[in-house]
T-cell receptor, first 114, second 113 residues
């Protein structure tokens, strides 16, 4: 199993550009989520999904869209990139939507918006 | 908002010594988890302790949970250079409805060979 795969690893965007960060998992996990990690801020939840066709907002959803058309994929779309979205983005999945289930993380996408 | 807060922010020890990191949180929880992050990589799950548990062991790791004080500690015994990483606590708030782990800001551990 590859686990959670994120692409690309690095990306530079200009302000106003849009892009999609890809996340795929091959573990048949129900739950998937996106976090951003900023220096001194820890990880903050952007969006999450408890199954195909179901998504919901986390702590910092503004400026991001998600969809979950399959169990495997959970892409994160930046609609109009802003410098404040410069961050490292992590996708994570879990076997069940319920609690007491650890998260499996990808290796991140480092995004810079100029 | 950040639920867990780790203390200290940074810790430097010699190889072979024990490392203790603390986590405080604000609201009632289903469970508390600890994760490790090596530089430039994703987080890796270390251990999960449920709200009705007080202590849990996994290899050289020992985690305690005091729900009355809303705090947890992670002890790494006989540290190795490979333990150098950032360590995060994450809480699963009770009554959140869906699974929404909230992470602290982390403790950066440096183990000097």
């Amino acid at each position: 199993n590859a686990g959670v795969t994120q692409t690309p690893k690095f990306q530079v965007l200009k302000t106003g550009q849009s892009m999609t960060l890809q996340c795929a998992q091959d573990m048949n996990h129900e739950y998937m989520s996106w976090y951003r990690q900023d220096p001194g801020m820890g990880l903050r939840l952007i969006h999450y999904s408890v199954g195909a066709g179901i998504t919901d907002q986390g702590e910092v959803p503004n400026g991001y869209n998600v969809s979950r058309s399959t169990t495997e994929d959970f892409p994160l779309r930046l609609l109009s990139a802003a410098p404040s979205q410069t961050s490292v983005y992590f996708c994570a999945s879990s076997p069940r939507r319920s609690y007491n289930s650890p998260l499996h993380f990808g290796n991140g996408t480092r995004l810079t918006v100029t | 908002s950040q639920q867990g807060e780790e203390d200290p922010q940074a810790l430097s020890i010699q190889e072979g010594e024990n490392a203790t990191m603390n986590c405080s949180y604000k609201t009632s929880i289903n469970n508390l988890q600890w994760y490790r992050q090596n530089s430039g990589r994703g987080l890796v799950h270390l251990i999960l302790i449920r709200s009705n548990e007080r202590e849990k062991h996994s290899g050289r790791l020992r985690v305690t949970l005091d729900t009355s004080k809303k705090s947890s500690s992670l002890l790494i015994t006989a540290s190795r250079a490979a333990d150098t990483a950032s360590y995060f606590c994450a809480t699963d708030p009770l009554g959140a409805g869906s699974y929404q782990l909230t992470f602290g800001k982390g403790t950066k551990l440096s183990v000097i060979p």
